[in-house]
């Protein structure tokens, strides 16, 4: 099973939103990460179909999505970002209602309902008013309302989008048991929601996907460009002046300032545990002459 993006570019007025974008997906987890304005919501609604490409094709095991039309988006599972269910009604009346707005009705539809409240730990309010749910319930239903269908594609923007960390964490789980027999991308700007879960990730940045590998693979990439100074407050406050993008980090009661550089920095140490983060930033930002990181 694969989904292939070949030479892909949108844009919207003079603003280029996605520029010659070339990926391949098979069965897995892919982490799509990029700042607001990456590009992120562009590609998403281009693989949906809702979106309509100026060049390229988007290719589901050879044939092009435009091609297989309904066929194609029965196999698709979409998550949105925003939460787009009906408070007043139960979430057993909410995915009914999405399960005949994808045409699964019947007994088909309520043994679907029926497993996916259970996979999503939801039976036991299953006739609860979505509005009384916390955060994490209700993306957890939207995440149900995604999987009615058994899709061989699913979507999910932003899925962790305002839940507290435990909230996250739980959510993050419960798609990392998806991935056996789908594609599954998961786009968002919080690095650390993909860092243990995705098999491969994708960096965006301004409408390109700059880099994309395994995790282990992009550290590898940056070894020896990160670099920790310990100093006092006014020294951080130079040192921002002078490297312009790095993590500040108390430690022990001192302060480390955290830069990802180019150069040699001689008052710093190298640093050998490396993260996405630190990739992310390194990746989204250029990289100059004397170390500074520049927007």
């Known amino acids: ?29 892919y982490g799509i990460l990029g700042q607001n304005g990456a590009g992120k919501s562009t590609l998403i609604h281009l693989i949906t179909d809702n979106l309509k490409r100026e060049t390229g094709k988007i290719l589901f ?26 408070e007043g009604l139960t979430a057993m009346e909410f995915l ?13 539809g309520n043994r679907q309902i029926k497993e ?9 309010v299953a006739h609860e008013l ?8 209700k993306q957890r239903v939207l995440l149900a309302q995604a999987l009615l269908g058994e899709p061989k594609i699913l979507i999910l923007d932003e899925p962790t ?36 879960i995705a098999n491969e990730i994708l960096i965006l940045n301004k409408g390109e996907v700059v880099k994309q ?10 070894k020896g460009k990160v670099i920790e100074i310990s100093c006092n407050m006014e020294q951080l406050q130079q040192l921002q002046k002078q490297y312009l993008i790095g993590n500040v980090i108390q430690r022990e009661g001192n302060i480390i300032y955290r830069v990802v550089s180019e150069q040699p920095i001689l008052e710093g140490r ?9 990739v992310f930033l390194y990746e989204t930002l250029k990289v100059h002459e004397k170390g500074k990181i520049h927007t």
């Open 213 to 222: 590998g395994t995790l282990q693979r992009l550290i590898k990439d940056i």
């Open 1 to 29: 099973m694969e989904l292939e993006i070949k030479n892909v570019s949108k844009s919207f007025g003079k603003t280029k939103a996605l520029f010659n974008v070339n990926i391949t997906f098979s069965e897995g987890i």
């Open 96 to 108: 009914k209602y999405m399960a005949e707005a994808k045409g699964i009705k019947g007994k088909e």
């Open 116 to 124: 996916l409240l259970e996979i999503v730990h939801l039976d036991k």
């Open 270 to 278: 190298k640093v050998s545990d490396i993260s996405l983060e630190d």
């Open 130 to 137: 979505v509005g009384k749910f916390s955060g994490g319930m």
């Open 161 to 196: 989008a305002g839940l507290d960390p435990k909230e996250r964490i739980g959510i993050r789980n419960y798609i990392a048991k998806l991935s056996k027999d789908k594609i599954i991308l998961y786009t968002t700007h919080v690095v650390s929601d993909i860092e243990t």
């Open 61 to 86: 095991d050879g044939v092009d999505i435009k091609r297989l039309g309904k066929k194609y988006r029965s196999m698709v599972g979409y998550m949105p970002q925003q939460q787009g269910y009906y």
